[in-house]
């Protein structure tokens, strides 16, 4: 279908793309980092705090979310997009807040460090001790102690599938579930291998032109992108990966890799759900989930969340 026509109307006014200007971190950050809504028009939960926890390589800000009073919680790691450079624990605030009340879980959001500052593996480490703290903590959080689920949005989504390797393969923690919104699963952009990065690669948000010097950032003193833990789509082997939604947008340059990962996985006889949103372009949970057709989405989530394993 075409674009929805609320949306071709913001694409119709944004800058054009400049092939000449180079990306500024700082800048960057500030266009990316502002939430949308103000705090007072946001989904409301029952209870925030953030705290301080330390792990072997840094000491990281978390936020929890707790969606109603009780005396233990399924747990929910979000781990958030920027492309490893952009994005904090506000810039997803509004995104995050749906998502634990129509789940119904604790959400546990992590600041991880950023590139250039800390490039590759930082984020991916601190994402997956923030992980190992949570199921260490089990009474101070209230866990269940059973399910612990991963989500992340683009490049949020690289981390959910990284982690998700990293815990089956150390087998210090068991993830229950993986959530996957419009993810970026293939970090070597030498060549446009998947259709969507041609066909949205220009006026849709994202500039496929321009993810090689973003994602450069984080891939910083020559990071093999062949990597399983660096492009999770090259992993050959996803046995005993956790069961999945992945959630794609029509005009978004990662459709295809989040697909081809979906099937990837069904391949491999893990259990996964795909959903891709028609009209919408990447990034679009708390830009459009105002707009009637895609106001569903959070609820999508939740239920996935709450379904039973499939064995």
Known sequence: MPVHPEIKKILDIIPKYDPNH??????????????????????????????????????????????????????????????????????????????????????????????????????LNDCYYATKWVKENKEELQWDGQNLALAGDSSGGNLVAAVSLMARDKKEFNITKNVLLYPSLDLDFSTFRYSSLTENGTGYFVESAQLAELNGFYLLGGVDTDNPLVSPIREENLENFPESLIVTAEYDPFRDEGELFAENLKKSGVPVELKRYDGVTHGFLGKWTHLDEYKGAYGFIGEFLNTASVD
């Open 22 to 123: 180079k990306v500024v971190p700082e800048e960057h950050r500030k266009m990316f980092d502002a939430p949308i809504l103000p705090i007072e028009q946001r989904v409301q939960v029952h209870a925030v705090e953030e705290k301080t926890i330390s792990t072997p390589e840094a000491d990281l800000t978390i936020r929890i979310y707790t969606p109603e009073e009780g005396d233990s919680y399924p747990i929910l790691m979000y781990f958030h997009g920027g492309a490893f450079l952009s994005g904090n624990l506000e810039s997803h605030d509004e995104v995050i807040r749906p998502i634990c009340m129509e789940s119904g879980y604790k959400v546990v959001s992590v600041g991880f460090r950023l590139a250039p500052e800390h490039p590759y593996p930082a984020a």
